[in-house]
């Protein structure tokens, strides 16, 4: 802001209200502009948050007003961890994050090595690379459905191929073997360069001497990687791994465009078991609890992981 700005904002400004604030300390007027933020904050985070932890003791359900609400207890808690349902959901969830997770680290840091290389073209495959993650997952669940039908789906007619096969014998959607399969390539067809670019950025973070020095040293190509490389982008696929597995834990869109939440409970996921628990079978009581419980287990298995993400950075 130039001199006359400032000079054009005092001339302005009340002469009773300048007297003011030349009497308010810096942290005060710190205050008075950061306010309206903290405000906002605990409107939108914090105070849904206490309610639904109010709510996850009692019976409330939203789709009946006037009825008594009945305060439960832990009921709802007791429910929902000794129902064989909710671990079956958990075990499917756990599939789900730890094959797309796998598949997207390791294909998102072999395309960021190859594309850091800056071979001719660069800048052009960057960009179609990049272009499924610009999608809406609703778009590219629609899109990858027509692809797994079984009459007329690219997708069976690229596996005939290979095994030789009828393409219409391969139900992946509607198998049970094959649903949670579908998802995960889906998944990591469209998140895999969000942690290309994350790992991209760690290896362009590493400064180029240090691999002259190493080649001063006589180290191989192999022994860079293992030594450097890995060590020092380490941090940046940790970080990766831990955005991506807080966004697969709440996975719902994509995976309800794609399966509907079948077949069976292979693809059943928690957050789908949530959405129908308080917007279908409207038990907000219920439905609140096993949102605390998922808060809770991803905030308490975050934090653990972040511990270890600042012991990594601090090496």
């Not at 191929?161 to 014998?169: E, N, V």
Request: charged share 15%; hydrophobic share 50%.
């Amino acid at each position: 802001m130039s001199d006359r700005t400032v000079d054009r904002v005092a001339e302005a400004t009340p002469e009773r209200v300048a007297r003011k604030i030349r009497g308010l300390s810096d942290r005060a007027i710190a205050w008075i502009f950061i306010s309206p933020t903290i405000f906002l904050l605990l409107a939108i985070n914090i105070f849904p948050l206490i309610w639904t932890i109010q709510l996850s003791f009692t019976n409330y359900k939203a789709n009946r007003i006037g009825r008594e609400v009945k305060d439960v207890g832990l009921r709802n808690y007791e429910r929902i961890l000794t129902d064989s349902d909710t671990w079956l959901n958990m075990q499917a969830t756990a599939h789900f994050l730890f094959w797309t997770i796998f598949f997207q680290v390791l294909i998102g840091f072999t395309l960021a090595w190859l594309i850091n290389k800056k071979f001719k073209g660069n800048d052009l495959w960057t960009t179609i690379i990049v272009l499924p993650m610009m999608l809406s997952p609703a778009v590219v669940g629609n899109f990858w459905k027509f692809l797994y039908q079984p009459q007329i789906g690219l997708f069976n007619y690229i596996v005939s191929w290979f095994t030789g096969k009828d393409p219409s014998s391969f139900e992946m959607l509607g198998s049970v073997t094959l649903a949670p399969w579908a998802i995960v390539i889906v998944d990591t067809w469209m998140w895999t360069p969000f942690v290309m670019l994350i790992c991209l950025a760690g290896l362009r973070s590493i400064p180029d001497y240090i691999y002259e020095a190493a080649e001063i040293d006589r180290a191989s190509k192999l022994r860079q990687f293992f030594t450097i490389t890995i060590p020092m982008v380490l941090p940046f696929l940790m970080l990766a791994v831990l955005f991506r597995g807080i966004e697969n834990f709440k996975m719902f869109d994509l995976v309800v465009q794609l399966t509907g939440g079948g077949p069976g409970s292979v693809t059943e996921l928690t957050s789908i078991n949530l959405k129908r628990e308080a917007f279908e079978k409207w038990r907000t009581g219920y439905a609140s609890a096993y949102a605390i419980i998922l808060f809770v287990t991803v905030f308490g298995l975050a934090s653990i992981y972040v511990k270890a993400l600042n012991k990594v950075k601090q090496r």
